[in-house]
């Protein structure tokens, strides 16, 4: 029990000094937000129903698993959000008694793979399954838009 404490310690570490982006800028400091073409929900949503799983399931502690297999508790996050997704998925996996697990979205993969070989390098330390997902899951039109209505891909500017 003192070492999952110990292993689950580091990884909380990880994930706080990492979940932020802090740029300084002359004497102020902000956080980069960036813009996403499409919702997080969405690439769950096509991931979760490939996969059987069932999306947003609701914990005991009314914390939510993005999808639940019947073998994995996953969590998905955007590539510069890795760290956290890690917590989150260790927590899940408590929570379900399942594998836990991190699927990360590369919006650009060529620019992001480095995130997505951050948490590998974890994952295989700490006995996390991981994969990555790119826009291709969600199968865009000729406009870029997929098929899930209540992507913000969807919303007319």
């Known amino acids: ?23 300084a800028s002359q004497k102020y400091e902000y956080v980069k937000i960036p813009v996403h073409k499409h919702n997080e929900a969405s690439y769950q949503q096509a991931w979760c129903s490939m996969h059987g799983g069932v999306a947003e399931y609701e914990n005991a502690d009314k ?3 993005d999808c639940l297999t019947s073998a994995h508790a996953v969590e998905f996050d955007f590539a510069r959000k890795w760290a956290e ?9 408590i929570m379900t008694g399942k594998k836990p697990m991190v ?12 995130y997505y070989e951050r948490v590998k390098r974890i994952a295989e330390k700490y006995d996390i399954d991981t994969q990555y997902v790119t826009n291709d899951i969600l199968k865009p039109d000729k406009e870029g838009r997929c098929q899930y209505p209540g992507c913000k891909c969807r919303c007319k500017k």
């Open 85 to 93: 997704s890690i917590g989150q998925a260790l927590h899940y996996g």
């Open 1 to 23: 029990m003192a070492k999952k404490t110990v292993k689950f310690a580091i990884i909380c570490f990880i994930v706080f000094s990492f979940s932020l982006e802090v740029k």
């Open 63 to 65: 914390t939510r698993v």
């Open 103 to 114: 699927v990360l979205i590369l919006e650009n993969p060529k620019k992001q793979m480095c």
